[in-house]
């Protein structure tokens, strides 16, 4: 294994769905055997959209859930470091001095933040939520890493973290590496309903943990193509949500190529190209749903990986932030003034 870094994780906001795996699981499953890795629950990025007392009483369940859907689709525990970003409070302090190396402007270029803003039914951007790629750069660098795995979306995030760890070494000295994107092959999956991405809240998404019978329930009422009203009538493949999910989830290309054929010929119905969709996943999802079953048979066992990996991790943050204060020069300034401030009190107590 390299001694290299890579840091990636999600917002404990949910259960972990198809377009999560393509977009990022499938990299995080490869490339954790070669980097030394770190998983971040984000909740304190969870809290630029959703911080009410109820989403947060959600967070540690959410957790939970969230490493257990990582674990089943083939990360192995004792590979990797998972992390809760609230119970490390040094990340905020990195998180305020990188605030001073980028400028409004450029945050505002950064395009999912106003889709971010939108799907959250929020008509103003809040001043969180703009800083989000700053607190995301201190997610990366406190840990010092040196890989993201990526999907399309977050990749200019990313860039920001490329942008801040670039001009700190500048100014104060090389202390961070820049990070390279790692960026996944399928970088988004549609929606189930075929109207944008796949996402948790817009009840368009399978989700790893989903049993059988649910799956076959999800594609039974995919979205396909809106004019084809009879199985006869020659169909178009291209864009239709089933034939995008069957060549991603489905091995048996001879299959998919048949399919493909008779739609646009009009020779086959969306029922049967379904069931095969559905039948597909399920293959798919087997092996994930029988390691997740094994993790969650070893009652306690996700939650003190998440406690081990946090107290591992904050001490990494406490050794960077000392390195960043003293690279600064923070650290001189209070202690000069602390010596003076002890050499006062030395004569104040001295009789005269």
Do not use: W
Request: aromatic share 6%.
């Amino acid at each position: 294994m390299s001694s290299a870094r890579m840091l990636t994780g999600d917002r404990p906001t949910g259960r972990l769905h198809l377009g999560h795996y393509v977009g990022s699981i499938a990299n995080r499953v490869r490339l954790h055997q070669r980097y030394e890795s770190f998983f971040i629950i984000a909740d304190l990025h969870m809290l630029t959209t959703r911080n009410t007392r109820a989403d947060i009483e959600q967070v540690a369940r959410n957790a939970r859930e969230m490493v257990t859907d990582v674990l089943a689709a083939g990360v192995e525990p004792e590979r990797a470091t998972f992390y809760l970003q609230s119970a490390i409070p040094e990340v905020g302090d990195l998180n305020t001095l990188f605030q001073n190396l980028v400028t409004v402007p450029r945050l505002e270029r950064v395009p999912s933040l106003k889709e971010m803003t939108r799907d959250a039914g929020k008509d103003e951007m809040p001043y969180g939520l703009l800083g989000y790629p700053v607190l995301q750069a201190a997610d990366i660098l406190c840990v010092k890493g040196q890989v993201v795995p990526v999907g399309k979306d977050n990749a200019a995030h990313v860039e920001v973290t490329r942008e801040i760890a670039r001009r700190f070494n500048h100014l104060y000295g090389e202390v961070f590496p820049v990070p390279d994107m790692i960026m996944s092959e399928t970088p988004t999956l549609v929606g189930t309903d075929g109207a944008g991405k796949m996402g948790k809240s817009k009840g368009n998404a399978i989700a790893l943990a989903d049993d059988a019978a649910t799956v076959r329930r999800k594609v039974t009422g995919m979205y396909t193509d809106p004019n084809r009203v009879r199985a006869d009538v020659p169909g178009t493949v291209e864009g239709n949500p089933v034939f995008a999910y069957h060549d991603v989830f489905n091995p048996d290309r001879a299959q998919v190529e048949d399919l493909k054929t008779r739609y646009r010929a009009g020779r086959v119905g969306d029922v049967e190209v379904k069931e095969a969709l559905a039948a597909a996943l399920n293959r798919f999802l087997d092996p994930i749903r029988e390691r997740r079953a094994r993790f969650e048979a070893q009652s306690g066992l996700v939650d003190e990986l998440i406690v081990a990996g946090t107290e591992r991790t904050r001490a990494q943050v406490h050794a960077t932030l000392v390195e960043v204060r003293r690279a600064m020069g923070l650290t001189s300034a209070y202690t000069q003034v602390r010596r003076r401030a002890e050499r006062y009190r030395k004569a104040a107590a001295t009789p005269a």
